[in-house]
Each structure stands twice: as structure tokens, then as C-alpha cells.
């Protein structure tokens, strides 16, 4: 009779976390996701296209001899901006530039093999193939600063070689439209996913909001999620990390600031103001 009541017992608490995982998947993950794979298309002028969404935001930009891609996006959106790539290239050279190793900026990458694809060079290549796969792996590493002719576009290949969303994030920036895109270093309106063992780490993301600024004439950011902006964007995302750590260290103020941004995209427990306050706290504490 006891061993019935405990299976009874046991068959009701993992009823029960199956239960929580099926809400908490529909009311976070399978909306978040949803959201993820839509995509919006922006034609900024002539040579330049923007397509938001479906995983990383992507940039095409092109020459009479080139094409430059930035970040090459996951699953359906990825075969469709191969798709588009392929039906304007017409012969001509093709370039991927990865701002990051995480799968939704990548996965794409494999539709492109035989082009030359960058990313920043301070990935190990066993850390690329576990996180991201064999089929996505770049040719061209950059370590620090790569400087490209585009058409009349001179573009700039910024590693920022310093630990901030990964241990190599790097930016992109369009000299002539005073563009910069950022890969997932400033996300417009979403919280940050941050994961130590990617290399995660606030005070980096902070100082990299400085350099940008500092080094670049900014007018519009391409954020890695998002809307495009303009400065504001770095401005308010470098307020969050403010607030955040401001919250880790005085609790009485936790309340407030997270409730100040609950209309931005988030997951519970995973990418989330209280997510970030909880990397804080564990980051402070060594």
C-alpha cells in the first residue's frame, strides 16, 4: 500500500512539472519563438536592404562586384535570404560577416559554403563546432579590425576583443550611412540572453557602449533584435545594465526597475531583467 501511495505521490509531481513546463512554454517560449521567425523588410536605398527578423536582424549590402551579408539568420528565414541572395547575385562574389556564434545569427551560414564567411577571432574552433556546428564554421577569423571597399561604402569589421554578449562579438559599421550593426552587443527593446560559459559579461557590455560611441559617428543602429534607432538605442540599453546592477545591489530597488521594463521581450528566468540581475549578483559575488 505505501509503495502505491508513493508512486501516486511521484506520478502527481511529475504530472505536475509537466503541467508548469507546457504553461510556461506557452506563455513564453513558443510566443517569444513565433515572434522570432517573423520577418520585415526594409529597402534603405538603392545598395542597401535591411531584413529584420528570423532570428539575427540581417544586412545586404551591395556593389557592382560584391555582396556583404551580415549574419545569415536560422531555419525558414535563413533558406529565404539564401533564396534572395542567390537570385541577385548574379556572379557576383559574396561575403558573410557573423557578428556572433549563436545559432539564430548563423545558422545560415551553411547555405553559403564556398563564400568567404568572417567572424571574430578570438572562438576557438572546438568552441564554434559545439555551439554552432560544422556546417556554419567561418573561413576568416578576424582579430581585430577589418577594413572592406563596398561599392562607394567603405565598411568596417570591428572585433571589440573583449568579453561582452560572447567572448568575440563584433560590430559592423557603414561609414558613409554612419550605420552600425551590432550584432546582440545592443538589442533594441529586448533583454539580454547572458550565458558565462559564451563569455557573458556586463561590465564588458558597458565599456563596448563607451568604445562604439567613442569611435564611431552613429547616426542609425541595426541592433541584433529589434527596431532600427538611432543612438537612443545604445543609450537606453546601457541605462538597462545601469538599472540592472543598481538592482542587484540595493534589493529594495528590484521591484521598481523591473517593473520598468515589462513591455520589453523577455523570458522568465532566461533572458529577463531578473535574469540579468541574478548574473549580476553571481558575477559580484567572486
Not at 133 to 142: A, I, Q, S
Amino acid at each position: 500500500m505505501k509503495r502505491k501511495t508513493i508512486l501516486l505521490s511521484l506520478g502527481g509531481i511529475v504530472l505536475a512539472v509537466v503541467l508548469a513546463a507546457g504553461i510556461f512554454f506557452g506563455l513564453y517560449i513558443y510566443p517569444f519563438m513565433k515572434s522570432m521567425k517573423t520577418t520585415k523588410t526594409i529597402a534603405y536605398d538603392d545598395h542597401l536592404t535591411l531584413i529584420l527578423g528570423g532570428g539575427g536582424n540581417t544586412g545586404i549590402l551591395q556593389s557592382d562586384s560584391l555582396i556583404l551579408v551580415i549574419d545569415s539568420k536560422m531555419d525558414d528565414a535563413a533558406v529565404k535570404l539564401h533564396d534572395t541572395i542567390m537570385k541577385i547575385a548574379n556572379g557576383r562574389k559574396i561575403i558573410v560577416v557573423n557578428t556572433h556564434v549563436h545559432g539564430d545569427h548563423v545558422s545560415g551560414n551553411e547555405w553559403f559554403k564556398g563564400n568567404k564567411i568572417i567572424a571574430g577571432g578570438d572562438y576557438t574552433k572546438e568552441f564554434w563546432l559545439d555551439e554552432a556546428g560544422d556546417k556554419t564554421l567561418p573561413t576568416d577569423w578576424v582579430k581585430d579590425r577589418l577594413d572592406l571597399k563596398v561599392g562607394d561604402e567603405t565598411v568596417t569589421i570591428l572585433n571589440l576583443a573583449k568579453h561582452v554578449h560572447t567572448m568575440s562579438d563584433v560590430v559592423v559599421y557603414l561609414h558613409n550611412r554612419k550605420m552600425l550593426f551590432t550584432g546582440d552587443v545592443v538589442l533594441n527593446k529586448q533583454a539580454p540572453a547572458m550565458m558565462k560559459g559564451h563569455g557573458a559579461d556586463y561590465k564588458g557590455y558597458l565599456a563596448a557602449f563607451d568604445l562604439l560611441q567613442k569611435d564611431f559617428d552613429i547616426h542609425e543602429i541595426v541592433p541584433g533584435h529589434g527596431d532600427v534607432g538611432g543612438t537612443e538605442v545604445i543609450d537606453v540599453y546601457r541605462q538597462y545594465f545601469k538599472d540592472m546592477e543598481t538592482a542587484a545591489k540595493d534589493p529594495a530597488k528590484e521591484s521598481e526597475l523591473v517593473e520598468k521594463y515589462k513591455g520589453w521581450k523577455q523570458i522568465p528566468f532566461l533572458m529577463s531583467p531578473g535574469a540579468t540581475i541574478h548574473f549580476i549578483k553571481e558575477e559580484d559575488e567572486k
